[in-house]
């Protein structure tokens, strides 16, 4: 079975801090996601990356950049937490072929105070 | 604009009895249609989806979603609930030709013994 890991499963931070979310998966997949999940509002996508180093921008970039130098690690960064960032962060991956189904991580809950 | 619409925030329904959770969405072109169940504290999990062919697709756990293309409507069903099958579930479009994928908003599905 396919394994998506977040580093953590509850993080808090203040205000400002510089803030890395880790997610490694472990089938080879091309294709990696964050997303993240507010109640109400469903899951929104912040970037995803088709191959190592190439990303692309979802449909909430806006203080969040990510970084994929390897291929089975994607990671989300926060350059200056904010209180309305507080959420949960949700990774998947997908293999590269068309059709094809997420994979999900169990989710990193970000309180920002 | 694309969108993904579960028009109930909550459905409630006893055990032993069917249940249906509606999904419609507005795409253009021709969507691949997916049904993601979340469990508390854990990340998304793959039910099934539709691609092309037969309208009903059997997923796992015993769910199945009908697809209905002049109603653009995608869903699911299971013919008797399980108080496990308690769970807030996500429809999603993914966007054919392209990695994006929509979320609805998500229905919390409560199966009462």
């Known amino acids: 079975d396919v394994k998506v890991t977040q580093s953590s499963r509850y993080l808090v931070k203040r205000t400002g801090e510089k803030v890395f979310l880790e997610c490694v998966q472990d089938?080879?997949?091309?294709?990696m996601f964050w997303y993240r999940q507010d109640p109400g509002l469903g899951l929104r996508l912040i970037y995803f990356?088709?191959?190592?180093?190439?990303?692309e921008k979802g449909d909430i970039p806006e203080g969040y950049s990510v970084s994929r130098e390897k291929k089975e690690r994607f990671s989300l960064i926060l350059e200056s937490a904010s209180t309305n960032q507080t959420s949960m962060y949700l990774c998947a991956s997908s293999p590269g072929g068309e059709s094809e189904k997420l994979f999900f991580g169990s989710g990193t809950q970000l309180s920002v105070l | 604009a694309q969108s993904v619409a579960q028009p109930e925030d909550q459905v409630n329904v006893a055990e032993g009895n069917p249940l249906t959770v509606k999904c419609t969405y507005s795409?253009?072109?021709?969507?691949?249609l997916f049904w993601y169940v979340q469990y508390p504290n854990r990340g998304l999990q793959f039910l099934l989806k539709?691609?092309?062919?037969?309208?009903l697709v059997k997923g796992s756990y015993g769910f199945e979603a009908e697809f209905n293309k002049s109603q653009t409507s995608f869903h699911l069903k299971k013919p008797s609930a399980l108080v496990s099958d308690s769970a807030l579930y996500f429809c999603a479009v993914l966007l054919s030709g392209t990695y994006k994928y929509i979320f609805g908003t998500g229905t919390r599905l409560k199966v009462l013994a």
């Open positions: 795409v253009s072109g021709n969507p691949y």
């Open positions: 990356s088709y191959d190592v180093k190439m990303k």
């Open positions: 539709y691609i092309t062919g037969d309208n």
């Open positions: 089938m080879d997949h091309e294709n």
